[in-house]
């Protein structure tokens, strides 16, 4: 992993890019920090010319997207020409909003239109990756639904963007699974797994926590990983700075170049 494949998840600073002045401030420390691409998620209703004239001025590239989930489900063409005044090929669903993973009939239609909608934007030269909360290890036919829903839909049409995170809370191996994905994962979400005084989970920095990083990377590269992409979901204090130690965690432990 070379720095330059590093990107900074918006989601992480949503609260400072929800209009086109906050959004320019914030790409602005983003660059500063280091980082040369973002993922867009949860920003403001700001037009996509605007969008892309901030992230030019300050070199920064949009190398994925978070869209609707409903959208990506029932209107994918949207979601083909928002990506395409983007200027960006990825994105992903986000989250299974009012899906029941025991119930059949909501998993099925589910997998049905998530490769539709993969195979419109694959069409369009893009790709639809999806990405993964703890909700995915229901069982469902006796083994964790995200399985049922990376098995039932074509490589080609839906990729894997998966959250090391949410992996781990859920009982999964992280490394196995970047594993099994292999070939089907240019995008990943670093993101690690701590621990409060109170026992309970938390979200911390790259490095804060208890992911093995460095053996997560190795087998995301292997597998063709394009993008690793830093999130935060909430953060201990100004989450600038969590974002700024990931970076620097990131090029003085785990990259290459």
């Not at 949503?14 to 949860?42: E, H, N, P, W």
């Amino acid at each position: 992993m070379k720095i330059t494949q590093v990107a900074a998840q918006l989601y992480t600073v949503r609260d400072f890019c929800q209009d086109a002045k906050t959004l320019a401030a914030t790409a602005a420390r983003i660059r500063k920090m280091g980082y040369t691409a973002v993922q867009l998620s949860a920003i403001g209703p700001i037009p996509e010319a605007e969008i892309v004239a901030i992230m030019r001025g300050e070199g920064l590239t949009i190398c994925a997207t978070h869209e609707p989930s409903q959208e990506i489900l029932d209107q994918p063409e949207k979601v083909v020409d928002r990506l395409q005044r983007l200027g960006c090929k990825l994105t992903a669903y986000p989250y299974p909003a009012g899906i029941d993973f025991t119930n059949a009939d909501h998993v099925n239609t589910l997998v049905r239109k998530l490769d539709a909608a993969g195979a419109k934007l694959r069409a369009a030269g893009q790709q639809l990756g999806y990405h993964n909360h703890a909700i995915e290890f229901v069982k469902f036919q006796g083994a964790p639904v995200l399985e049922y829903i990376y098995a039932r839909t074509a490589p080609e049409n839906l990729v894997a963007e998966i959250d090391t995170f949410w992996i781990h809370y859920g009982g999964g191996d992280v490394v196995e699974w970047v594993r099994r994905m292999s070939g089907r994962q240019p995008f990943i979400h670093l993101k690690d797994y701590g621990f409060t005084k109170e026992n309970k989970h938390a979200w911390c920095e790259i490095g804060a926590g208890t992911l093995p990083f460095a053996r997560i990377i190795a087998e995301a590269e292997a597998g063709g990983c394009e993008w690793f992409i830093v999130e935060q979901d909430t953060c201990p204090g100004d989450p600038f700075e969590s974002l700024r130690q990931s970076f620097d965690y990131i090029k003085a432990h785990l990259v290459q170049g």
